[in-house]
Structure formats: C-alpha cells, structure tokens
C-alpha cells in the first residue's frame, strides 16, 4: 500500500487521475472505520490534510444576497462553529454542534461527510435548505453538481473515480435558520431524523431539508410552499395559527420516506419530523417578530 501526501490541489488531481479508485482520507473518522470493521480494504491512499486550496472558506460576489459562501471540503466541525461563519450559516453551526464528540468535530470534515453520504450525515439536510451545490474538481477541469444530484442514494454518490470534492458552494439567504435533530441520547449520536429550515426573506421562501428519514436528503416541497403562504413577508412576521402549524408538520412528515432499522422504526421517526418542523418553523417565526 503507498500513502501520498500532497501538498497541493494539483499534485493531489495529479495523483488522482494516474490511480482512479485512490482512496483518499481526510479526517478519517468514517473510513477508518469502514477498514477497522473490515468493510473496505485500503489500496494506494492520499491524505487530504495538507492540501491548502481544500481548507478554510470563503465569500463569493455580493456580501448579501446574490452572494456564494464556498466551504472547503476539508472544513471541520470545529470550524463550522467558527462566530463568523456560524452567523452566516447558523444551520450549519447548530448542526456541527451535535456532530460526534470534541475529537470527531476538531478531525472530521464537510468533504467526508459528503463524500460518505450516510442518510444520517448531518450536513446534508443543511446543505439541502440551503440549496447547495457540490464543486468537484479532476485534472480535466471542474463542475458544479446540485447536492439533490450529488447524493444518488445511500453511501452513493455522482463523484467520478477520478474527482477530488473540492467545495460546498452554499447561496446567501437572509433569514432565520434552524436545524433540529433527534437520536436516542443527548450527545455522541447519530440522528434518528434531523431536519433543517431556512428562511429566505429574498426569495420569499422557506425552505426545508430532512435527514435521516429517506435514503437521500429530502426537501419537503409541499410543505415548503404551504409555509411561504403562512408568512407576512412584508413583516417576515408568522400569519397562521396553531392549525396551521400542525398542517405544515404533518405535509413534513408526508415528505419523509423512513425505515425501520436498528436506530428507530419508520413511525417513530415521521412522528418525530413532524415534531421537529413544528418546532423550527415556530422558532424561526418568534424570533423574526422579536
Ligand atoms: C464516534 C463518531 C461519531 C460521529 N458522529 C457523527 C454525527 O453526529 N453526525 C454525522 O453526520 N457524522 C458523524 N460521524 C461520522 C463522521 O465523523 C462524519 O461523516 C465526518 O464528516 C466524516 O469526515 P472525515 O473527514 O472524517 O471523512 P473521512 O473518513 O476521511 O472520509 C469519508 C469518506 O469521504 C471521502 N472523502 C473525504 N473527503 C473527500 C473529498 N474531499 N473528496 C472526495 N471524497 C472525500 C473518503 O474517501 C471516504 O470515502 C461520527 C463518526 C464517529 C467515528
């Protein structure tokens, strides 16, 4: 087995494009263990951790609206929790917040937890609200992908053999966001469901992405557009009462497509999500009239 460590992004698609099927490891805290557990056998590997064009983030065009945010794949938890990004992107923060323990936040990575594309990833539903797109990049060249086409299924994902995801490349929304999410504990665990909301005063939307309850990310599009008729947007203040509340929870749960397995049962969960929509929706609502 050879380890590489590149140092840059080209020497990284360099080595990418001569050996398709390299794997490559950036924080670890998932594909360590997949080779622990015996479930994939390591080959030719390249560390991600030393190639600077991956890290850290930036903004794109207007600060506002109109405006990119460009996470780096290898932005940890951690940094995610960073007081300027976590202002920008808060869903994001609330969501890193509850990733793993101090050890898994400070090492893993919005790269990994795309590139693994567990339907519990906890990014992803975030990703999804904020209507994202993934930037790859190989030695031909780059290309932008939708996460809704990015994740193809579960652990599945549209990257090529020979592509590097280089960025999440995340539109600016003005508004409230909130990320709730549900496991059998407080800490150290992952979701049962989990879902994401975002308000968008621009574009007069609110938007809803759901984790853990289908085999990829789910936006909950009739919901979606339920919401946006219950709010004043003159005032961003909430125009509905506690029916439609309720209504806005059930076409959540609607959306959802859960299983049974060994974390929960399907009911449980579209019972949870519709408790969770119910909440956020609420919050982002008081908090806009405060
Ligand atoms: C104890 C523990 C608790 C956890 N808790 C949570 C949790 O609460 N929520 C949650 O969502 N996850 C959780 N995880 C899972 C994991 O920490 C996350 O999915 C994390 O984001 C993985 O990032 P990583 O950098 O460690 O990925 P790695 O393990 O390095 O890589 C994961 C996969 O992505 C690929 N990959 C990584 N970077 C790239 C890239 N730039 N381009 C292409 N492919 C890439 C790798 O080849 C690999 O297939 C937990 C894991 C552990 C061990």
Avoid at 9 to 33: F, K, N, Q, Y
Avoid at 38 to 44: F, I, M, N, T, V
Avoid at 204 to 210: A, C, F, I, K, W
Avoid at 236 to 264: C, K, N, T
Wanted: neutral net charge.
């Amino acid at each position: 087995m050879a380890v590489f460590v590149p140092t840059s992004l080209e020497e990284l698609l360099t080595a990418r494009a001569e050996r398709p099927g390299l794997d490559l490891v950036a924080g670890g805290t998932d594909l360590v263990v997949e080779v622990n557990f015996g479930r994939h056998r390591l080959e030719d590997v390249a560390s991600l951790s030393r190639v600077p064009e991956l890290g850290g983030w930036r903004r794109e065009g207007p600060a506002g609206p109109g405006g990119h945010l460009v996470l780096g794949s290898g932005l940890t938890y951690t940094e995610m929790l960073d007081p300027t990004l976590a202002e920008l992107l808060p869903s994001l923060a609330q969501a890193a917040r509850t990733v793993g323990s101090p050890q898994i936040r400070n090492a893993g990575t919005l790269g990994g937890n795309l590139g693994t594309a567990s339907p519990a990833g906890d990014t992803l539903p975030v990703l999804a609200a904020l209507e994202a797109e993934v930037l790859l990049g190989s030695a031909a060249g780059t290309r932008l992908v939708p996460l809704g086409e990015f994740v193809t299924g579960p652990k599945r994902t549209a990257l090529a053999p020979d592509e590097v995801i280089l960025a999440a490349r995340v539109p600016v929304a003005r508004g409230h966001q909130e990320f709730l999410k549900v496991g059998t504990r407080n800490a150290m665990v992952i979701a049962v469901c989990s879902v994401a909301l975002v308000l968008d005063e621009q574009a007069r939307q609110v938007r809803v992405g759901l984790g853990s309850v289908g085999p990829v990310p789910i936006r909950a599009l009739e919901a979606e557009r339920f919401a946006a008729e219950v709010v004043d947007w003159s005032t961003g203040r909430f125009s509905g009462g506690e029916a439609d509340l309720r209504r806005f929870g059930e076409l959540v749960g609607a959306a959802a497509r859960p299983i049974d397995d060994h974390r929960s049962i399907a009911s449980y969960r579209r019972r949870a999500v519709e408790v969770c929509a119910r909440r956020a929706l609420e919050r982002t609502m008081s908090r806009q009239a405060a």
